[in-house]
């Protein structure tokens, strides 16, 4: 009888860590109108990507549903007086920062999972940090992310 180790999967590791670092570019996008249609323009297309690619109707309706509201907000923006387009960016990029700053500690600090990504990168990283060490350095550097955008954006109004 042979058993079936199941080998930890580092990226899911960073998952986290990316939607975090995509939050900070959708922020920094939401300062200027040209790059806060430069960004929803990027993220139409990522969602036509997911649309063709996605195996159920639940993540396609998901989909359908926000490139129908930002193609209606984006139409808002070039043929009104109502200017929201960057507001939605800088609304996503937020949500999307705080959320996986949020999902970190949930995740990886206050539950004590042996099976989370940390413990997975703890078990193969050569440094003696437990799973739960590795969601604080990933919490912190997800917060990082978040601050700097926020400084940055507002240096960049300013």
């Keep these: 009888m042979q058993m079936k180790v199941e080998q930890p ?3 899911e590791a ?3 860590l990316g939607s975090s670092f995509w939050g900070m570019i959708l922020i920094l996008a939401s300062t200027n109108l040209l790059t806060a249609r430069i960004a929803a323009g990027c993220f139409i297309a990522a969602l036509l990507i997911v649309l063709f690619v996605a195996k159920n109707w639940t993540l396609r309706g998901l989909c359908i549903g926000f490139i129908i509201f930002l193609g209606v907000i984006w139409i ?10 960057r507001y939605i960016i800088l609304f ?21 999972v042996h099976s989370s990504d940390a413990e997975k990168f703890a078990e193969v990283c050569p440094c003696p940090c437990t799973g739960v060490g590795w969601g604080v350095i990933w919490g912190l550097i997800s917060f990082a992310f978040l601050c700097g955008a926020v400084y940055l954006g507002a240096v960049i109004l300013s």
């Design 9 to 11: 999967k580092l990226e």
């Design 14 to 16: 960073y998952t986290d």
């Design 76 to 85: 808002l923006q070039e043929t009104t007086e109502v200017r929201i387009l």
């Design 92 to 112: 996503i990029g937020v949500m999307n920062s705080l959320f996986s700053v949020y999902d970190i500690y949930d995740d990886l600090i206050s539950r004590r």
